[in-house]
């Protein structure tokens, strides 16, 4: 598989963790006022099925892909909290 593939399917796989943190982020839920739901161990799983990609592509050794997903990852987290303030101030 080439790197750029590997990349984006291991991209695609931390995306649902990432955007499920983003939706049950605690500290956003109690500025709002709701109630937090979601329990710290269960975020712990969400958090290690995130990371579970990029450690593949380490293992793997392909470093071009790792160095893609880390910089995909961390693009895809800023993304969702910044969409979910800018959620939140609108209501």
């Given at each position: 598989?080439?790197?750029?593939?590997?990349?984006?399917?291991?991209?695609?796989?931390?995306?649902?963790?990432i955007v499920?943190?983003?939706?049950?982020?605690?500290?956003?839920?109690?500025?709002?006022?709701?109630?937090?739901?979601?329990?710290?161990?269960?975020?712990?799983?969400?958090?290690?099925?995130?990371?579970?990609?990029?450690?593949?592509?380490?293992?793997?050794?392909?470093?071009?892909?790792?160095i893609m997903?880390?910089?995909?990852?961390?693009?895809?987290?800023?993304?969702?909290?910044?969409?979910?303030?800018?959620?939140?101030?609108?209501?």
């Amino acid at each position: 598989m080439s790197m750029i593939l590997l990349a984006l399917a291991a991209l695609a796989l931390s995306a649902v963790p990432i955007v499920l943190l983003g939706i049950g982020d605690p500290k956003r839920r109690r500025a709002a006022g709701a109630k937090d739901v979601s329990a710290s161990g269960q975020r712990w799983l969400l958090v290690i099925a995130a990371c579970l990609p990029g450690l593949a592509c380490a293992l793997l050794g392909d470093s071009a892909a790792f160095i893609m997903w880390l910089g995909g990852s961390a693009l895809l987290g800023w993304s969702v909290a910044a969409y979910f303030s800018t959620k939140l101030k609108a209501e």
